[in-house]
């Protein structure tokens, strides 16, 4: 019951914070107006945000590693493994889409969501771990840190500025974030598909031991 009001409460913060910032643009919104607008004191809007910008962040990201993991578990069983880890992380960004413009608009904001981008590893290991059967090893940990690093260092180029452009309030995002996505996790789609083909001869040779008499 406690965690579960933790994750209202949190929830509710972040909500109130996006909401803020969308009506009155980033800049213009204070700590004590999110507190006040969730329903709670600023010091326990601190027990759970170190600034405006993690909590406007927050309630785009919310979940996300939690849902990316739940896309791979989902994705067919005879699917390869590169190809189920890109399709879920691509996807789960693509459901992010519309705060995308107020995110990408001010500089504190983008490096926010840059940072965020990399805070896939656990939940997308165990998933990992799920569909190859190998729970015993480095390598999910391993997978995962590279599919979040590689989902950092795209989210990074998307945001970062472009010098050749003339200087304004607004960052224009560099191309699309789902073509650069898959460029950045086409770097890590050999060692998924090692994994994959390991897993699957694995399994053949439990079988083939499975049925000798």
Same mark, same amino acid.
């Given at each position: 019951?406690?965690?579960?009001?933790?994750?209202?409460?949190?929830? *509710?913060?972040?909500?109130?914070?996006?909401?803020?910032?969308?009506?009155?643009?980033?800049?213009?919104?204070?700590?004590?107006?999110?507190?006040?607008?969730?329903?709670?004191?600023?010091?326990?809007?601190?027990?759970?945000?170190?600034?405006?910008?993690?909590?406007?962040?927050?309630?785009?990201?919310?979940? @996300?590693?939690?849902?990316?993991?739940?896309?791979? @578990?989902?994705?067919?069983?005879?699917?390869?493994?590169?190809?189920?880890?890109?399709?879920?992380?691509?996807?789960?960004?693509?459901?992010?889409?519309?705060?995308?413009?107020?995110?990408?608009?001010?500089?504190?904001?983008?490096?926010?969501?840059?940072?965020?981008?990399?805070?896939?590893?656990?939940?997308? %290991?165990?998933?990992?771990?799920?569909?190859?059967?190998?729970? +015993?090893?480095?390598?999910?940990?391993?997978?995962?840190?590279?599919?979040?690093?590689?989902?950092?260092?795209?989210?990074?180029?998307?945001? @970062?500025? +472009?010098?050749? @452009?003339?200087?304004?309030?607004?960052?224009?995002?560099?191309?699309?974030?789902?073509?650069?996505?898959?460029?950045?996790?086409?770097?890590?789609?050999? %060692?998924?598909? *090692?994994?994959?083909?390991?897993? %699957? &001869? &694995?399994?053949?040779?439990?079988?083939?031991?499975?049925?000798?008499?």
């Amino acid at each position: 019951m406690r965690e579960r009001k933790k994750a209202a409460t949190r929830a *509710a913060l972040s909500a109130a914070a996006l909401r803020l910032a969308q009506e009155h643009g980033p800049e213009n919104v204070r700590v004590d107006d999110i507190a006040a607008a969730a329903g709670v004191s600023p010091r326990t809007y601190n027990n759970y945000f170190a600034s405006r910008e993690q909590a406007i962040v927050a309630a785009v990201t919310a979940e @996300r590693a939690l849902r990316i993991a739940a896309a791979v @578990r989902a994705r067919p069983a005879g699917e390869p493994l590169d190809v189920a880890v890109i399709e879920a992380v691509v996807e789960q960004y693509a459901t992010e889409g519309d705060p995308l413009p107020l995110i990408t608009s001010a500089p504190r904001l983008r490096a926010e969501y840059v940072e965020a981008a990399g805070a896939l590893d656990r939940p997308l %290991a165990a998933a990992i771990a799920d569909r190859t059967g190998d729970d +015993d090893s480095l390598r999910p940990e391993v997978l995962a840190a590279a599919v979040s690093a590689a989902a950092r260092v795209a989210v990074e180029r998307w945001t @970062r500025p +472009d010098d050749d @452009r003339p200087r304004g309030p607004l960052v224009v995002p560099r191309g699309r974030l789902d073509e650069l996505l898959r460029a950045a996790l086409a770097y890590v789609a050999p %060692a998924l598909r *090692a994994a994959s083909a390991s897993a %699957a &001869s &694995s399994a053949a040779v439990a079988g083939g031991s499975g049925g000798s008499p």
